[in-house]
């Protein structure tokens, strides 16, 4: 069974950093691009960053030049660094995975929670 797990959640102030990470487990042929979105309260799921097997990135305009997205394919991990955090930031962040497996299909991770106070 695949599974899809998220760490590195918590509260920081604002101007502070936070590292997420997302490991994909389980029986697994190869994974294809991995990525983060959120979902603040109230507010629609968007895309954060993503990351393609070959290393080809993505960002939302909101986060470029603050948050970098990297992965470790032997660990089947992504992470996400983020800097120079804004309340705005503010929500639960959920990582996905494309991945080909017995069942392929986009995996999601039950989401960490991320507050920035100011």
């Known amino acids: 069974q695949v599974r899809v797990v998220e760490s590195g959640g918590g509260l920081v102030q604002a101007g502070g950093s936070l590292r997420l990470s997302c490991t994909a487990s389980g029986n697994m042929y190869r994974i294809n691009t991995m990525g983060w979105y959120r979902q603040a309260p109230g507010k629609q799921r968007e895309s954060v960053a993503t990351?393609?097997?070959?290393?080809?990135?993505n960002y939302a305009d909101s986060v470029k030049g603050r948050f970098t997205i990297s992965r470790d394919n032997a660990k089947n991990t992504v992470y996400l660094q983020m800097n120079s955090l804004k309340p705005e930031d503010t929500a639960v962040y959920y990582c996905?995975?494309?991945?080909?497996?017995?069942?392929?299909?986009?995996?999601w991770g039950q989401g960490t929670q991320v507050t920035v106070s100011s």
């Open positions: 996905a995975a494309e991945i080909v497996a017995g069942t392929s299909g986009v995996y």
């Open positions: 990351i393609t097997s070959g290393g080809s990135t």
